[in-house]
Structures are given as C-alpha cells and as structure tokens.
C-alpha cells in the first residue's frame, strides 16, 4: 500500500484476504456493519416440526429451516419464531413477535384463501404494503411491506416458490442492509438444451443445471418444475431468467441465467 490509500472503504466484504491486510496494518479493531436478526415464521394448521410424524394432511415444517439456513448462508442470524396456526390470534402473536426482529419473513398465508391470514395480520400490526403479488413463476403469490423501516417479506408456502422468492427478492435486500455494495447476482448466457414453452405475461425462473462445454455454458433443465418438487433445487447450480413476454424457447438459444448460491460476484462454476 502507498502512503495515503485506502486500505478498506465502505461497503468492502472482510474475507481473510481483507483480514490478513488489516492485520499487516496493524489494525486490531475495525467497524463493520451489524448482522441483521431475521425472524422465520411459517404458517399453517398442515405443518408439524421436525422430529414429529405427519399424520394425515401434515407435512414437516420444511421451509424455516431451508429459509433460516439460506439466512445464515448470507452472514444474518435467523430467529426461528414457529408456527402461526390459522386462526387470527396465533397469526398476531407470532408475526407481533417476528416485529421485533430487524426483518421478518413469513411462509404460505398470503394468497387468497380462507386460511391466508398474513397480509390482513401484517397490515393490523402497521405494516404498510408496498406490493403485493408478481409477475414471476414460481412466486406469484407474495408481498413486501415495511414497518418502522424493517422489511417484512411474505413468501409462497410452496417450498420451490419460497426458495425462488427468497433468492430473487429477500437476499438482495438483506445483504444491503449488511453494507454489501453487490447485491444483485448477474446475468450471463448460457444455450438451451431442449425446447421450453411458457405462459405469457410472467417471467419464468427455470431450474437448471449448467454444464461448461465448447467454450459456452450450456443449460439443461433440472427436471420437472412443479413448485412443490424439492430436488429440483437439489440438482440444479443456476436459475434461467425467461422473460415475460416470451412464450417459446428454442433448443439452442441462448438465454439469461445467474447462479444459485454462492457469492454476489460470481459469474463462473
């Protein structure tokens, strides 16, 4: 380092290379952005926790712990508030509770059925609403509010569409309240393996799996994209953006992908 750099600015990651620097510096304390709390509440009377046999209609709380792990995963802290059943009282005393956290997210509850209490329960509790359900398959079905200046995130219950809407709308925002300069994953090409159609009107996120060959990265799906599919997300490494207003992909075209996971900057596997 010259006399008079910077060593470090404002919104710099300290991974160990910035460590080992500070510390040739002879800096033994630095200021850092503080990791948010991100409080998970899932919702539903079909959810049992993990440990518990599902019985009849029941499914495993899934979807906290894969939204708490892709929380930590950022460099937050999860807080794992429960369950809100679906009645109007447990609803308000577990998103009351997710309040308090820097952020909240909630799963499932947020459509237009009689059980989807969420965004009546937010909106009691003073959360203002700035949109409420996208153009974008899967995750049609969520809503962003804020209270006091924390962001509140409703989620599909779907565990694809939870995980989708978390990538592409909540990681963005959470690392721009840890300071991060590069929120946003960028696009790059990849050519289509495999003829795709898709409804007009909405953007796509496609699952797919990408394979580096002939000097292109080329993009196979990673199966069937139902929304309630899990290993989907299993086997795929990139989410191909279609466009909303598309209906046809040809095999061969090229389309936009980002990865999955994984840094901000990163563009290659």
């Known amino acids: ?112 059925g009689d059980h989807d209490l969420v965004k009546k329960v937010l909106e009691e509790l003073g959360v203002e609403i700035v949109f409420w359900r996208v153009k974008v398959k899967p995750g049609k079905a969520m809503a962003f509010g804020k209270r006091e200046g924390k962001p509140v995130f409703a989620l599909p219950g779907n565990p694809v569409s939870s995980t989708l809407t978390f990538e592409e709308f909540v990681a963005p925002a959470l690392l721009k309240m840890m300071g991060h300069k590069e929120t946003v994953k960028p696009l790059f090409p990849a050519v289509l393996q495999g003829e795709l159609r898709k409804k007009k009107g909405q953007t796509q996120l496609m699952r797919v799996r990408l394979e580096y060959s002939g000097g292109k990265y080329l993009a196979l799906s990673a199966g069937k994209q139902d929304t309630g599919l899990v290993r989907t997300m299993m086997e795929a490494n990139a989410v191909a953006v279609l466009p909303a207003e598309r209906e046809f992909f040809a095999t061969g075209e090229e389309v936009q992908v980002h990865l999955l996971g994984g840094e901000v900057g990163m563009t290659e596997l």
């Open 1 to 112: 380092m010259r006399e008079g750099e910077t060593i470090l600015g404002a919104s710099r990651l300290v991974r160990p290379y910035e460590i080992n620097m500070l510390a040739c510096c002879g800096k033994e304390h630095v200021a850092v952005v503080r990791r948010p709390r991100v409080a998970i509440v899932a919702t539903g009377d079909e959810l049992v926790e993990l440990g518990k046999t599902p019985g009849p209609g029941q499914i495993v709380n899934s979807n906290a712990y894969s939204l708490a792990a892709a929380v930590s995963g950022l460099g937050a802290i999860p807080v794992l508030v429960g369950i809100a059943r679906d009645n109007l009282a447990s609803h308000r005393e577990k998103l009351a509770e997710g309040l308090k956290a820097d952020a909240l997210i909630t799963s499932a509850g947020v459509s237009v």
